[in-house]
Structure formats: structure tokens, C-alpha cells
């Protein structure tokens, strides 16, 4: 399992998280984490398309489609997903509103989280989740929502 690493940590001064980003999982593997010119943690991940090749910056919560692989019952149920470039875990599941009923293997859920760790394998506190089994465009356009969404972000670009 990952190393816990806060990836999203803010510092005192910071009043909100930037709002949720939507992104592969693929993306998240290949971001770079690192202590940003204002002192705090920031990752950055590689934007999807070729139209803009600026990298996103300050990623700290996503939003993430997938397939429900795994259900841990632990002290925060422990969910593996995958979507289309690989897994990805989200903890605390049965805590947030609406969680319960997402967590059966086979499910395509939407999960908003805050950003823990990018590598090995990334890794979610679930913030809201939401079961879109029953709409299959939910899956087959993910992709091309996620393209969209980051090449039409200019605010969260260094």
C-alpha cells in the first residue's frame, strides 16, 4: 500500500481548496509533488489533449470515474477502483452521504476526493460519491470530459 503523504496539505494562510479537478488515474501516477515557491506541497499532473501541454499545478482535490474492483471493510472502508489507465483507492467511503450504496464490485461510480498520495498507486479521502451505473455514457465519455475540463482550465495553470 502507498505511503500517506498529504499531498493536498495547505498552509494556515490558505482559506479553500481549488475546486475539484477531473482526472485519469494514469495522470495522477505520473504527477510530481514537490514544495511550491510559497512553502506548501503542491502536485502537478500532465494535462490529457495536445493543444495545451501547460501542466495543472496545485492539484489537491479530484474528481474520478471508475469501476468498483475491491471493498475493504477497515476503520474507513477501503474501496479499489479502476477506469480506464489503471486502478485507484479511496479511503473513507462508508463516512460520506450517499457512499454506502457504491460500495458492490462492478459498480461505475463518480468519487471527489482529496488527494493523499500519486504513487504507487493513487490514493483518495473520499469527500462524495455517486453511482452512475445506470447512465453507460457516464463511462464511455469520462475520457472526453476530462480532456475538455483541463484544456479549458487557464486559473489553475502556472
Known amino acids: 500500500m502507498a505511503q500517506f503523504m498529504d499531498v493536498s496539505a495547505k498552509s494556515p494562510g490558505d482559506k479553500k481548496r481549488?475546486?475539484?479537478?477531473?482526472?485519469?488515474?494514469?495522470?495522477l501516477r505520473e504527477g510530481k509533488v514537490h514544495i511550491g515557491p510559497n512553502g506548501k506541497t503542491e502536485t502537478i499532473i500532465k494535462r490529457l489533449g495536445k493543444w495545451n501541454t501547460r501542466p495543472l499545478r496545485e492539484v489537491s482535490?479530484?474528481?474520478?470515474?471508475?469501476?468498483?474492483?475491491?471493498?475493504?471493510?477497515?476503520?474507513?472502508?477501503t474501496v479499489t477502483l479502476i477506469?480506464?489507465?489503471?486502478?485507484?483507492?479511496?479511503?473513507g467511503a462508508s463516512s460520506i452521504p450517499k457512499g454506502k450504496p457504491c460500495l458492490l464490485p462492478g459498480k461505475y461510480v463518480m468519487v471527489m476526493g482529496i488527494l493523499q498520495a500519486c504513487t504507487p498507486e493513487p490514493v483518495l479521502r473520499a469527500v462524495k460519491m455517486a453511482d452512475l451505473s445506470d447512465n453507460p455514457v457516464h463511462r464511455d465519455m469520462w475520457k472526453f470530459e476530462?480532456?475538455?475540463?483541463?484544456?479549458?482550465?487557464?486559473?489553475?495553470?502556472g
Open 83 to 91: 477506469d480506464e489507465t489503471g486502478t485507484f483507492v479511496v479511503t
Open 146 to 157: 476530462v480532456e475538455d475540463l483541463q484544456q479549458t482550465l487557464e486559473s489553475a495553470s
Open 61 to 77: 482535490v479530484v474528481w474520478m470515474q471508475g469501476t468498483v474492483l475491491e471493498v475493504k471493510s477497515d476503520h474507513s472502508t
Open 18 to 27: 481549488s475546486p475539484p479537478i477531473k482526472v485519469l488515474s494514469s495522470q
